[in-house]
């Protein structure tokens, strides 16, 4: 009965957040919409129609599933987000669960509170992660009760919803191993050699069930992305290893995982201090899980005396986090909602102990009021959270991305995104391109053939991104139509003031929305071909200085006419011996790590008649022997000379002044 009360209070709660926060939209949901979207107007499982493409979907299982509403006519972002809301429900339905399979069902619903009030689950309304959540956790369930098979079917769903489904089989084995051969222990002598064989045995053969039945389950799935995509594994993950190499992130430049999760906190903490209590109590949970541990190891209590099913979500939460600091991705908030579960256990059973204590100390009537009243204090800074939240969504303008704040709020870009994504829908030729930064609403609602300049549509870019440079998607493409924010359109640099970029493109509309911190986004249109030829015009090993060489120059033409851009490809070579940490003095000559190089056209005989061009060389981002091509655009004077022009390439700041290839005006 407490077990039924409880799951319908947390029902209850569930449906009352998902309509009061039923406004909440994000891009990154979008990129896999899109896939859902293709695939139910029989436009093939892609991400842009009539080519087979990179598979960018971190949850392509996922998108399978949008397809059904789809095809109904139900709108993909609304299902979406209602799976989300259930899935978030049965997510802390099943957290009583686990705690009921313990013996602790009124810890189970402080647990399942914590989950389904806490903010960042709501941040992640859209995508995949609450519906993974739920699976992984009812997966645990199973486990847990020791259905080896059930556990592992689910656990192989979890492994098609998310890549990181490979943590929760590997957790899913691990514990039925450790599970089984308690059990087998406890009709056999520990100390005898047989009841140790007979334990081993066991479990793994347990453990050995689970991963059979996980892999069994997403076989199909996996060997279809693999024919259809060459590989199971999207590319997401080197891509946005490229961008936490080159430094661009979901928090700030160079944040690394576990400093994501220290803004994070420091983020709620601003909210109200009271969400040191929440950080409290889960370090008294972690203390129980410690000595229980330590229980097990020395002083040999048997594995069921510690109440595994409770662990669980911790052990997850431990290993996702340790997952992704090892693999270093660029984090983004998002990322952390899967240890939400595990920090909800830490929360209850830090509660629960100091329930032990009480009921030490005090009296038994003494107890519940004093564990309501301190539940009902732990909720405040999570219904803090959620009120901040709401305000968003209701109008409110959120604070600027450099604030640490932000990090913990909604996204109200979507709505500017989406506005962009009709107008190209309405106004554009549906055989035309669009470029973006950010790839997902606007992709969705303008359904034009889009590439991003972050790397995902574009796997050939990823070098250039690992050292910096995300001019060049932009410049290797160059679409018919952008849609470019007016601050940090293209991460660190705004290409949109300059005259190459003027003379190539021409702005057709704009959209302004003073809550979106990059308002006015601007859609430009592409008004003469694309400079996209590369021509090679010299090739060898010339010394810049400081042990870097150019080792090749090309253009965009030979013949340079005044009113098109020419493109200068510079290749450069770092030092062979070269360590990306600067030293002292190059830190007190360059203290962001780069250094200007530039390029300038220049006549054999009459000194300069072609502009010059600098470009800032992330030189820290370089690894020893590094060899990458650069682009230099620029557009020649109206006025410019006849004749031939020498490239020269040399430091802005000194060095070698390297003179290689020709180019002629006519």
Known sequence: MQWLIGCIVLAVLGVVLGLVFRGLRFDDPFITYRYAQHLAARQGFTFNTGEAGPLITTAPLY???????????IDIPTASYWTGSLALILAAVLMVTLFWLAGRGLTGVIAGLVLLAFPLEWLTMGFETPLFTAVTLAAFVLVASKRWVWAGIVGGVALGLRGDGVIVMGLLALTAWVSAGADQANGANGADRLGVGLRRASGLKSALRVLAASMLTYAPLGLWLTAHFGS??????????????????GFYAGTNFPQGAWLLIQAYLQQTP????????????????????????????????????TIMP??????????????????????????VPGLASLVALGMDGIGHMLRRRWPEWFLAPAISALTVITLIP??????????????????????????VLPEVKVDSYERVGRWIDAHTPPTATLGVTELGV?????????????????????????????????????????????????????PQDTDWFRALYSPATRFEDPRFWGTPMTVWRRTQAPVTESVMLAEGAFDLGDGWQVTGVAVSARTVLTRTPLIVRVRVKAPTAWSSVLSAPEKALHPDGSRALRVQPITVKRGD???????????????????????????????????????SVRWDDGGQDVVMGRVTVP
């Open 63 to 73: 998108a399978l599933l949008l397809t059904l509403p789809a095809t109904i006519g």
């Open 442 to 494: 606007m992709s969705y609602y303008a359904r034009r053939h889009t590439v991003d300049f972050l790397g995902l549509t574009q796997p050939s870019q990823l070098g250039a991104i690992r050292h910096g440079d995300y001019l060049a998607g932009l410049l290797r493409t160059q679409p018919d139509y952008l849609a470019l924010t007016n601050w940090n359109a293209l991460y660190d640099s705004n």
């Open 609 to 647: 008649g072609l502009p010059p061009v600098s470009r800032p060389i992330h030189r820290q981002l370089f690894s020893a022997g590094d060899e990458v091509w650069l682009d230099f655009p620029l557009l020649p004077y109206p006025d410019a000379r006849a004749g031939e022009y020498d490239i």
């Open 314 to 339: 911790v052990l997850w939460a431990i290993a996702h986090f340790a997952g992704y600091s090892v693999i270093h991705v660029a984090p983004y908030p998002w990322y952390y909602a899967p240890m």
């Open 382 to 407: 999570l219904e803090t959270g959620l009120a901040s939240i709401g305000r968003v969504t209701s109008g409110a303008t959120p604070p600027q991305p450099s604030e640490i704040a932000a990090k």
């Open 274 to 309: 009271l969400f040191g209590l929440v950080l409290a109590l889960a370090f008294l949970g972690m203390a129980w899980c410690i000595i229980k541990a330590a229980s097990v190891l020395w002083r040999h209590t048997p594995v069921s005396a510690v109440s595994t099913p």
């Open 232 to 249: 199971p594994l999207p590319t997401t993950l080197q891509t946005k290893s490229a961008q936490a190499m080159s430094g661009l992130t």
